[in-house]
């Protein structure tokens, strides 16, 4: 089989075709790389995509302040052709061009590109109430309220900007971002309480995922995905299989054992109506007119000031929740009277006061003014723990401990720290990493992903079992002729669960949950 073409394009033109006049960069392409996929197995959240191009750059081609076609956020995207199909591998953003200087050097530049998922890092979300509700709900209403780089942007509405500003002339409002989320199994009683002011929506994604047991990634055609737990113990189907014949591997036996699993979850207690939920500290000035217009942002706290929810926010009343002086110290006139404070957005875990000065004078928002509601409460944390202790008097004791803050219900966390404990307790081989070169399988390189199950057999350890491929490593240089990669794998455990219909409840298999 004939080495694959691999075809490296920018979007200049933004238009999500890849295919204008000059938007293909592979013939100045000499070494490309790139990653998708999680840091660990079992880990609940990938970390973000990233691909590397190096080009040549004798014309000044891919130097933005010569060429300013070439603009930092403009979509990437790689792709291969063996002859018959073509595949997309990665689908991201530039997020940075590095062209060496010097007319005499040797005239490279490289782009570095991310996904979606790194913008997540970036930006902090707050949220309404989420009662009732599973992981991928939040995930939607999260990632509905994020000013995420949509795509294409041509002949999209963009704010004050030439040639996107003109709304209903010859541009129209940006569509959404392409996601796909699976229906989470677990119903979370409370989520978003525990956000305060806000926190990085990477990290409140990590909260639902670690709640549900779910895995979110980035795949490679830049979609946001979410996977139920269920997801791998359904796929029982083997896509690839390698025996003897893998370029290496990366083998360990019992490096993934716990014998004993905690699981820590945060109980939620409702507290009474017209409860304080937030108090102002100290003094605060506020100009007469525009000048003087604030915005306060009111993470809720108990007395202890440890971070709680709000079922119900009550807009701040004068004279009762707050008051206002000439003075800082109040010894002025009193100008609540003169003063706006309007409860302007409410979220579980903070809210945004709107305050204003309608007098002519300054005027200070007295310190113990408040926000008054129906708060919520976390408990103490409870922790559910589950010991294998033939496993830890034979092997000794090897330590789990999950927790997130979405995690309310000790019976959830209970059947999270059996299920743990049935699929890791005892030792066993686990393949770490599979490496690969396009010498002995390219058709496998190029058509596997991400939670594609795979098998392999090795003969020196004896050791047999399905994996799912849950990172890719590529690298391609030589002028496309040598294309190596590195798959991070986690062990395929669905043969050990029950599945109705398949399974042998208590005889080959035990309860999932």
């Not at 959240?45 to 933005?64: D, W």
């Not at 525990?194 to 990290?203: H, N, R, S, V």
């Not at 202790?389 to 219900?409: D, F, I």
């Not at 392999?456 to 690298?475: G, K, N, P, R, V």
Request: charged share 20%; proline share 6%; hydrophobic share 40%.
């Amino acid at each position: 089989m004939p080495p694959p073409t691999y075809h490296i394009a920018v979007d200049l033109d933004d238009d999500g075709s890849f295919t204008g006049l000059a938007e293909s960069f592979t013939s100045d392409v000499l070494h490309v790389a790139w990653r998708l996929g999680f840091s660990q197995p079992h880990d609940t959240v990938a970390a973000p995509i990233a691909a590397r191009v190096t080009l040549r750059n004798h014309h000044r081609a891919y130097s933005p302040e010569h060429h300013p076609a070439l603009q930092i956020g403009l979509p990437l995207r790689i792709q291969s052709h063996d002859g018959l199909t073509t595949r997309t591998h990665f689908t991201g953003f530039i997020h940075r061009v590095e062209p060496l200087t010097g007319e005499q050097g040797e005239r490279l530049a490289v782009i570095h590109a991310l996904g979606l998922d790194h913008q997540l890092g970036q930006h902090r979300i707050r949220l309404p109430p989420q009662i009732d509700v599973t992981a991928d709900a939040v995930i939607t209403a999260l990632l509905a309220g994020l000013p995420l780089r949509h795509t294409p942007l041509k002949d999209h509405w963009l704010l004050g900007v030439p040639g996107h500003a003109e709304l209903d002339s010859h541009t129209h409002l940006g569509s959404a971002f392409p996601v796909t989320l699976q229906t989470g199994h677990s119903t979370l009683a409370y989520a978003a309480d525990t956000w305060g002011d806000g926190i990085p929506a990477l990290e409140a994604i990590r909260q639902m995922a670690d709640a549900e047991r779910g895995r979110f990634f980035v795949d490679r055609f830049g979609q946001m995905t979410f996977l139920n737990r269920h997801h791998t113990l359904l796929a029982t189907t083997s896509l690839a299989a390698f025996s003897d014949d893998m370029d290496g591997l990366d083998y360990a036996y019992g490096a993934d054992i716990a014998n004993q699993v905690e699981v820590e979850c945060r109980p939620r207690t409702i507290g009474a109506s017209g409860s304080t939920l937030w108090q102002l500290a100290n003094p605060q000035r506020i100009e007469p007119g525009e000048l003087g217009h604030r915005r306060l942002i009111t993470p809720y706290r108990d007395s202890t000031g440890q971070p709680m929810g709000a079922l119900q926010v009550l807009a701040p009343v004068p004279f009762l929740d707050f008051t206002a002086n000439t003075q800082p110290d109040g010894s002025g006139l009193d100008v609540t009277a003169g003063l706006l404070v309007i409860l302007a957005e409410s979220s579980f875990s903070g809210a945004v006061l709107e305050v204003r000065n309608l007098t002519a004078a300054t005027a200070y928002l007295m310190p113990a003014a408040r926000l008054r509601g129906t708060p919520l409460h976390l408990a103490d944390p409870a922790l559910v723990q589950h010991t294998d202790w033939a496993s830890v008097n034979r092997h000794g004791l090897a330590t789990l401990r999950l927790a997130s803050p979405a995690l309310t219900s000790a019976d959830e966390a209970d059947q999270m720290a059996r299920y743990e404990l049935a699929r890791r307790s005892q030792p066993r081989g686990t393949v770490r990493a599979l490496h690969l070169s396009g010498t002995l399988h390219q058709a496998q390189l190029l058509a596997r992903t991400l939670f594609d199950r795979v098998t392999l057999h090795e003969s020196q350890t004896a050791h047999t079992a399905d994996y799912f491929i849950i990172a890719e490593e590529h690298e391609v240089d030589r002028a496309g002729t040598r294309h190596r990669a590195r798959w991070l794998l986690e062990p395929a455990a669905a043969s050990a669960f029950w599945i109705l219909g398949v399974s042998l409840l208590d005889q080959t298999t035990v309860l999932a949950y």
